[in-house]
């Protein structure tokens, strides 16, 4: 069956360091691989995309990489900051009718 | 940047009673709209895919019956609750894509539905 899955245990890190989560797929062959930021009871925030044919992108403090090999997307945030504490979704587009499929999240926690 | 409002962001209704939630798209046109749901500590579930001028098309396991989507504009998509029970207590995010490859979702704030 299909299935995304991120860390599911909540990830605690000191300010300044680089959190770094993980999002591993089965049975899917995305084209395309996005994350989202969510805040407690608001919607997400689209973040990156990265395509199938890239390897790393990055946007400020934040870096994605995407192995189709190993069905992994590791999002990174360099220099955290207390106000980068949400909860961080990865999501594909499945195989048809461009519906994006989420998995259930990570939160991180900055501490100052 | 893309925009996507819904309202009401809070409702409280007693069981029985059924609910309209509403997604507008406030600067771009949204031909297809993608309804939510979310439980506490969980993962957002697909519900539906609301198609501008015909018929929404619902992931297995949802009512279409109970959850009613009508998009009836390019900006606009409602999801009613009909016949809410508790057990459709739950935070409800609509989204949608600007018309371009590989968009990303924009998402409104979400609704948090209580029934009691």
């Known amino acids: 069956s299909q299935k995304i899955e991120q860390n599911s245990e909540a990830l605690n890190i000191q300010e300044g360091k680089t959190a770094t989560l993980t999002c591993n797929y089965t049975n899917y062959s995305p084209a395309y691989l996005q994350w989202y930021r969510q805040d407690p009871g608001r919607g997400p925030v689209f973040l990156l995309l990265i395509r199938e044919n890239e390897k790393e992108k990055r946007k400020e403090r934040l870096k994605v990489t995407f192995d189709t090999t190993l069905k992994q997307s590791l999002f990174h945030i360099t220099a955290s900051q207390p106000a980068d504490s949400a909860t961080y979704l990865c999501?594909?587009?499945?195989?048809?009718?461009?519906?994006?499929?989420f998995g259930q999240g990570t939160e991180l926690s900055v501490k100052p | 940047g893309a925009v996507v409002s819904q309202h009401p962001s809070r409702v409280i209704c007693k069981s029985g009673t059924s609910v309209k939630i509403e997604c507008r798209s406030l600067d771009f046109q949204a031909t297809t709209m993608f309804w939510y749901r979310q439980f506490p500590k969980q993962s957002l579930m697909l519900m539906a895919t609301s198609n501008e001028g015909s018929k929404a098309t619902y992931e297995q396991g949802v009512e279409k019956d109970k959850f009613l989507i009508n998009h009836a504009s390019l900006t606009l998509s409602t999801l009613t609750v009909t016949s809410a029970h508790p057990e459709d207590s739950s935070f409800y995010i609509c989204s949608a894509r600007v018309p371009r490859d590989n968009s990303p979702l924009h998402f409104g704030n979400g609704t948090r539905l209580t029934v009691t």
């Open positions: 999501a594909l587009v499945a195989n048809q009718g461009g519906k994006l499929i």
